[in-house]
């Protein structure tokens, strides 16, 4: 699949933060992006047991939608003494109001009962890109690093206080956005799904 400039491009997210930092990935290449909030479209279940699944799910159910293409994105933080847990249930450890201060509480609480000496963790993304068709391409970015506690930091969203990656001594939640954007597992994966645009 390939998208020219000028294109509508759907976001099938309703995550603020998500939707924030793929519109800015996407702003160079002239596409016109369309949140998946304003243009009404429900949230579909997400049934899938990977990032995979779920990814894939969410982009071909805005694309059938909308008629438009749609780039949907699953992500989350893969804890290697928790088993990869939360993984897909990143978001829904932060509770129905997404309080992410929650989620990293139980994400210690966890460690802490599996007596865990390793702190070694991954932020993984999925971005899945789907042809009102049905067709889907596929996009995986990670980047590995390790927990701290307590929380640190105010920038960014979700788990970003609490990891920080390798060769870094400030977490996610402390450096600039921009610094973020240039080597998150979002932008790793973005930089496999901007060679489509053209």
Known sequence: MKLARG????????????LAEIAALVSPYGLEVRGASKLGLAEPE?????????????????ALASGHFALADDSGLSVEALDG?????????????????????????????VRARNFSAAFVC?????????????????????????????????YDPIFVADGMTETFGEIAPALKHAI???????????????
Do not use: C
């Open 85 to 113: 847990a939360p993984g897909i249930y990143s978001a829904r450890w932060a509770g129905p109001d997404k309080d992410f201060s929650l989620a990293m509480a139980r994400v210690e609480r966890e460690l802490q009962a």
């Open 46 to 62: 997400e049934t899938g047991s990977t990032f995979v699944e779920n990814a894939a799910l969410k982009a071909r159910a805005a």
């Open 7 to 18: 294109s509508v491009l759907v976001l099938a997210s309703h995550n603020r933060g998500k």
């Open 184 to 198: 998150s597992h979002r932008a790793r994966a973005f930089a496999k799904f901007a060679a489509l645009l053209s």
């Open 126 to 158: 999925v971005l899945a890109l789907a042809a009102p068709a049905g067709e889907v391409d596929l996009f995986e970015g990670r980047v590995h690093g390790s927990l701290v506690f307590p929380p640190r930091g105010e920038n960014g969203f979700g």
